[in-house]
């Protein structure tokens, strides 16, 4: 194992550790408080649970180098799997919106609103502190999977404080016209937070397909890769023709094209140039492979 899979395992352990924790303590809150919000925040965890299990168990594969009946290794199925995590996150949001609704045209419940906002508070301070932890690890290890967990840690010390405030706030309802709402706020902030949790798969399925179908990745991506090897090839008296950058779930394909300035091309000049990118590409993507292909012209008659 080498040290950025150890990393890799490290961030997705506390990850997998942390998240069962607080799915056992959100269920058991959820039913002792009746509260729609902290249950629709347990069954959002417990579905990534399902996810990060997986995640320890196929990421060894991902390791694996690639191979004459493996061009890209097992760089595809990271997309497919992260596709299928986003339809599953978003399946759970969708079901916990609908059935919040029920709730709401049924009448509503009437809470412990000061109970359910101490509850969060404490919640989005533990969140803060995985969060912190993981991206501790984060430094020394960028894969697509380690992002979206960070990124989901991130999003439920969000949704944890945005909890806490809206139910702390309510306290200071009860004497007010606004009290009408009570037995409707925590439906209303569950909606609000499933609707805020559906950006996060959407972009994850997205980035996903990308990768899943080879296309090149975005635009500012493929701009640095010329800037950092436009000058190392034209010192080398090169001219980069065209840019071939695929990504694949953790790993960039970088296929540079190019052409001499003159009749005369040696190895040996090519092989320092080859580091020299190689190097240069290194202080600014993580896991990449680069390939430089000369580009020959049909001679006309």
């Not at 607080?22 to 399902?50: C, G, K, R, T």
């Not at 009946?69 to 969708?94: D, H, N």
């Not at 004497?175 to 972009?203: E, G, H, R």
């Amino acid at each position: 194992m080498n040290e950025k899979q150890k990393y890799e395992k490290i961030i997705l352990s506390i990850s997998l550790y942390a998240g069962m924790v607080f799915v056992v303590v959100e269920l058991f809150m959820s039913l002792w408080s009746n509260s729609q919000a902290i249950l629709m925040d347990a069954v959002f965890d417990a579905a990534e649970l399902i996810v990060i299990g997986l995640s320890l168990f196929l990421t060894p594969l991902f390791y694996q180098p690639v191979s004459e009946k493996k061009p890209y290794g097992y760089s595809q199925f990271e997309s497919v799997f992260i596709i299928v995590k986003g339809f599953m996150l978003i399946s759970v949001t969708l079901g916990l919106i609908t059935n919040n609704i029920q709730i709401l045209l049924q009448g509503g419940r009437h809470l412990d609103h000061g109970l359910i906002s101490a509850f969060e508070f404490i919640l989005a301070f533990f969140s803060l502190l995985v969060f912190l932890l993981m991206c501790h690890f984060h430094k020394k290890v960028t894969t697509p999977t380690v992002e979206a967990e960070i990124y989901g840690w991130k999003v439920d010390f969000l949704c944890s404080i945005g909890i806490a405030a809206a139910f702390f706030a309510q306290i200071f309802l009860a004497d007010t016209p606004a009290k009408k709402i009570s037995p409707y706020f925590d439906q209303i902030v569950a909606i609000v937070i499933a609707l805020f949790m559906l950006p996060q798969p959407v972009k994850m399925i997205a980035d996903a397909f990308r990768s899943l179908f080879l296309f090149a990745p975005k635009a500012d991506v493929i701009q640095r890769v010329k800037e950092i090897s436009h000058q190392i090839l034209d010192d080398f008296q090169y001219t980069g023709t065209f840019y071939d950058v695929v990504l694949t779930g953790r790993r960039m394909w970088i296929s540079i094209y190019f052409k001499p300035k003159s009749d005369v091309v040696s190895m040996t000049l090519l092989h320092e140039m080859y580091d020299e990118i190689y190097a240069a590409l290194g202080q600014e993507f993580d896991d990449y492979s680069l390939e430089l292909v000369p580009e020959l012209e049909k001679e006309t008659a």
